[in-house]
């Protein structure tokens, strides 16, 4: 298996780049204003915040995704098929916006709509990128669509998925450098069954990494040059990164640039990862590994560098079942928590809490619950939080509050 080479030029730019923006540059909403009177202010202790959440739609059909528009609206992905919209100051649309069902296959828990963002034009061109299981047996399938016009739809990418109905992946997301990002899930069932965590050959259990702005050959898209196995004999070039079981959500800090990924465990561990720019290429593990435990030896190589999570939890003692990955926090509402990365668990709605210290590791914490049965967490245009709830079927609010610390011996005032 190919090493990657290091590119220590383009490391230490984004190490620059990452300080300044920690340090030195106040708050920045998803609109890019900066908040305003907060430059002076420092995120506290994890353990001095915690989350609130408020209902603000009811009546969704299995919500599974969710992404701001630059109008104010978020757009609601329904598993079956369909696209509606939500405004904080008119409420849930009655109709959908898009409606993808005739394309859709629904066949199993885990199929459907999956994943939806706006093309960084979407202002001047109203294109989503979608990523959905596809008719007749569950390709899954990325492709863009005009909002409103699913005649139009256009085909970009497609990997084969037809054995088993589950780990579909399906999350889309543009970096800060104009790539979109698509994950994939390992191929289903249980055991990494067709071993396709670390097999470079296949997109399944990948995060791949394409340029939608053109075209290359029959392609619709190109292969950005700098892509880690462009020259590996025998992969995909399209991979980004690999070593993934589920890889249901992940988001990109809008800040530096790096991928944080919820990927969902076995019956063990969950775990999330956090892979900066720099880190195209990066094993993380499946299914040699679950977490940082060894789950199946037989896929370990010596020679292969595994990058660990930055933060998992068991199963046991937490009731967690599913991790769902979520957001950096860079809103204004709540400078004290800007740059807080947060998550949940399906089954055990938790509100996990991971930041990175400036001397190096994480600080983590359990700040809350999310409503039940979260599927996924986004912003707004101007970087609040929200949560969608699966068979319930609501949109909730998400906001910090912040915890005092108690005087030692003494209780928690809020």
Not at 139 to 167: C, F, I, K, M, W
């Amino acid at each position: 298996m190919s090493r990657r080479r290091r590119r220590p030029a383009t490391r230490l730019a984004w190490l620059l780049v990452l300080a300044l923006s920690t340090f030195l540059l106040p708050p920045v909403s998803a609109a890019g204003t900066a908040a305003a009177g907060t430059s002076h202010t420092r995120p506290v202790p994890l353990t001095e915040l915690t989350v609130v959440s408020e209902q603000v739609a009811f009546g969704l059909q299995r919500p599974i995704a969710l992404t701001g528009l630059p109008d104010g609206r978020m757009l609601i992905a329904e598993k079956n098929g369909t696209v509606r919209a939500y405004h904080p100051d008119t409420g849930l649309a009655a109709e959908p916006v898009l409606d993808l069902t005739a394309r859709i296959d629904t066949s199993d828990n885990e199929r459907g709509l999956l994943g939806i963002t706006p093309a960084p034009n979407f202002t001047r061109t109203g294109i989503l990128y979608v990523a959905y299981t596809s008719l007749p047996d569950g390709t899954l399938t990325l492709a863009r669509v005009p909002l409103g016009a699913p005649d139009r739809l256009q085909v970009l990418l497609t990997q084969e998925h037809s054995e088993y109905g589950n780990h579909n992946g399906g999350q889309v997301a543009f970096g800060r450098d104009g790539y979109l990002y698509w994950s994939l899930g390992d191929g289903g069932h249980a055991n990494d069954p067709f071993k396709a965590g670390q097999d470079l050959g296949t997109l399944l259990g990948k995060i791949v990494r394409i340029d939608v702005s053109r075209s290359c050959g029959a392609k619709p898209y190109c292969v950005p040059f700098d892509n880690p196995f462009v020259r590996t004999p025998g992969a995909r070039p399209e991979i980004w990164l690999y070593g993934l079981r589920n890889p249901w959500r992940f988001s990109v800090d809008p800040v530096d640039g790096s991928l944080w990924i919820g990927d969902v465990g076995q019956g063990l561990v969950e775990e999330v990862n956090h892979i900066r720019p720099w880190q195209g290429g990066a094993n993380l593990g499946w299914s040699c590994r679950e977490g940082t435990p060894v789950f199946d030896p037989e896929q370990c190589r010596p020679d292969v560098h595994y990058t660990d999570p930055v933060f998992e939890y068991e199963h046991f003692g937490t009731d967690g079942c599913s991790v769902i990955g979520g957001v950096v926090y860079r809103g204004f509402a709540t400078p004290e928590a800007w740059g807080t990365y947060v998550a949940s668990d399906y089954c055990s709605t938790l509100a996990y809490a991971v930041r990175p210290k400036p001397t190096g590791g994480y600080e983590t914490a359990t700040i809350g619950r999310f409503p039940t049965q979260p599927t996924a967490i986004a912003t707004d245009v101007h970087g609040e939080l929200y949560v969608l709830s699966d068979l319930p079927g609501w949109l909730s609010r998400v906001r910090f509050e912040r915890v005092q610390p108690a005087p030692e011996g003494g209780a928690t005032n809020r």
